[in-house]
């Protein structure tokens, strides 16, 4: 399903909806809210707003149990990590235990090995299930989501939950949820706007399975729901 918006604007407080909606269902049926939260820039307005009283008291805190879709293997301190971005905008301006909160970075342990231990976070959490409530993406104008890039060995991880891996491109280690356990979420949401993601959206959407060159075709929920939130300028094309 995809919500065409006239701008990136409106797109925030029908996202920060979406995430409010989602957490109050999970604590009022399971008691807690499972979510993984994504980096980059797209978010950042929806989380500045969902660290507004109007919107942050809606949610019971002390049962949200944090995680994030991927990062960058960098500390916590460092300005590209999307875990510092969050804590920017909305985790610090919210009642949440440190203790809910699950980094996708730890000091002293090796990529590789953290994504191990990230992976026992998870099912310390879910069990066998491994079902985020909401796991909310962006998408590059590449088709990567996540740090599910084209071409990379990861695409064709079927069995980890998350896997850690040098991105060359890049110079630098990435830690990322596979599609495997993406694709057990209830909710889904993809945020993507610009037109700039233009071309990739409509393959994504409407080209032919090709999930190695746009790997957001891999996104495709077992017994959940997939939302694109996206303006105009995306679907220029």
Sequence with gaps: MISIFNNK???APHAANIFIAAAQNAIQ???RFLVALTGGSSPVSIYKLLATPQYKTK???NNVFVFWGDERWVSLEDARSNAKMSYDYLLSHVEI???????MYKEGFLPEEYALEYEKSIKGLTGENGQFDLILLGMGDDGHTASLFP????LQENHKWVSAYYLESQSMYRITLTASIINKAKEIVVVTFGENKAHALNEVLYGDYNPEKFPMQLIKPLDGNLLFLTDKAAVSG
Excluded: H, L, T
């Excluded at 235990?97 to 699950?102: A, D, G, L, M, T």
């Design 9 to 11: 604007e409106e797109i």
């Design 97 to 103: 235990p440190k203790s809910n909160i699950f980094p």
């Design 151 to 154: 071409g990379e060995a990861v």
């Design 29 to 31: 049926q399971r008691g």
């Design 59 to 61: 949610i019971d805190w």
